[in-house]
Nanobody, 124 residues
Framework: QVHLVESGGGSAQAGGSLRLSCAASGNGYSSRHSMGWFRQAPGKERLGVAFIDGGGITGYADSVKGRFTISRDNAKNSLYLEMNSLNPEDTAMYYC?????????????????WGQGTQVTVSS
């Protein structure tokens, strides 16, 4: 099993920054697993935001490329999402997810473990 706990959400003004963290635990977790950040706004589907594979290769949704940075600290079993130049369209519940596989996927259905989510609200 893998247990994921997100933190760092909150409110920000447009143009501001937030940093999300995700702590992973459980005997099923491996630093070679790929991970991702997803977000879901009310009434909308869950979409991928940023991804990282077991070797540290990253990928991003076009909507956040150049503004968001995903990283992981394997010594701390932690995943991060640095979010800059926030805009109101970034408002959503943000979820951390882990996939039992080295390569990342952009599709939520490919991920095996999920955190409970952390709310990000950006005001104009």
């Amino acid at each position: 099993q893998v247990h994921l706990v997100e933190s760092g959400g909150g409110s920000a003004q447009a143009g501001g920054s937030l940093r999300l963290s995700c702590a992973a635990s459980g005997n099923g977790y491996s630093s070679r697993h790929s991970m991702g950040w997803f977000r879901q706004a009310p009434g909308k589907e869950r979409l991928g935001v940023a991804f990282i594979d077991g070797g540290g290769i990253t990928g991003y949704a076009d909507s956040v490329k150049g503004r968001f940075t995903i990283s992981r600290d394997n010594a701390k079993n932690s995943l991060y999402l640095e979010m800059n130049s926030l805009n109101p369209e970034d408002t959503a519940m943000y979820y951390c997810a882990a996939r039992v596989g080295y390569d990342y996927s952009r599709h939520p259905s490919a991920y095996h473990y999920w955190g409970q989510g952390t709310q990000v609200t950006v005001s104009s």
